[in-house]
């Protein structure tokens, strides 16, 4: 069973960068041929994938969002990071991450395994 847990902090200032972790247990983010995403959800809206990474270490972003995101991986601790930078608060969100089988994964049915999401809020 793969389960997968998002961390990171629950507020950010505005300018700031935001960095969240997903870690992955029993299975590797190396195995072919799977995409790891992340999505997020703003209040009173419905889910954007963000963007993802795959077992080979591509990495591909949605066009608004490709300027200010990163998505990298660490294959020692099994794990993805997202890095977003200059937050506003139009980036507060539920934040979360998961497994499907292409790239761009846009409803929540689609993946077959998913965190719990972590909400991040954006105020000074």
């Known amino acids: 069973q793969v389960q997968l847990q998002e961390s990171g902090p629950g507020l950010v200032k505005p300018s700031q960068t935001l960095s969240l972790t997903c870690a992955v247990s029993?299975?590797?983010?190396?195995?072919?041929?799977?995409?790891w995403s992340w999505i997020r959800q703003p209040p009173g809206k419905g889910l954007e994938w963000m963007g993802a990474i795959d077992y080979s270490g591509s990495t591909y972003y949605s066009p608004s969002l490709k300027s200010r995101l990163f998505i990298s991986r660490d294959t020692s601790k099994n794990q993805f990071t997202l890095q977003l930078s200059s937050v506003t608060p139009e980036d507060t969100a539920v934040y979360y991450c998961g497994r499907g089988k292409r790239a761009v994964v846009r409803h929540r049915d689609e993946y077959d395994y998913w965190g719990q999401g972590t909400q991040v809020t954006v105020s000074s």
């Open positions: 029993g299975g590797s983010i190396t195995t072919s041929y799977y995409y």
